[in-house]
């Protein structure tokens, strides 16, 4: 009888296995096949550069530079409670903060 018991786990513990396995090798296919249709980038947003921030509001930042994000308790805003700000610097070097999560789209120039 505690063959059968080791049997059981043996196998279920194979069965794990195989779809972990099974998982990762159905991951890295697809990820190939999106590669070679559309390649992956990995640059981001840099400071120093001009770019146009679209809001979801339909207002727009033009020309602005990204200084940086505002991220743990310095993001803690005692009027908003937002939990992290995009600052960007204008064409008259004021900054601007702007919340993260209502920025559309972001234009490199």
């Known amino acids: 009888m505690p063959d059968i018991w080791a049997i059981i786990v043996i196998v279920i513990i194979l069965m794990v296995i195989y779809g972990y396995v099974s998982s990762k090798l159905s991951e890295r296919r697809k990820r190939k096949i999106r590669e ?5 980038l990995t640059e981001s947003l840099k400071s120093g550069i001009k770019y146009n921030v679209h809001l979801s509001d339909g207002r727009k930042f033009l020309k602005v530079e990204i200084v940086g994000s505002v991220e743990g308790e ?3 805003f005692s009027f908003a409670g937002w939990d992290g700000m995009l600052v960007l610097k204008n ?3 004021k900054k601007i903060y702007i919340k993260k999560s209502s920025i559309r789209f972001v234009e490199e120039l």
């Open 36 to 40: 070679r249709s559309i390649p992956l």
């Open 74 to 76: 310095n993001a803690e």
């Open 91 to 93: 064409e008259a070097k």
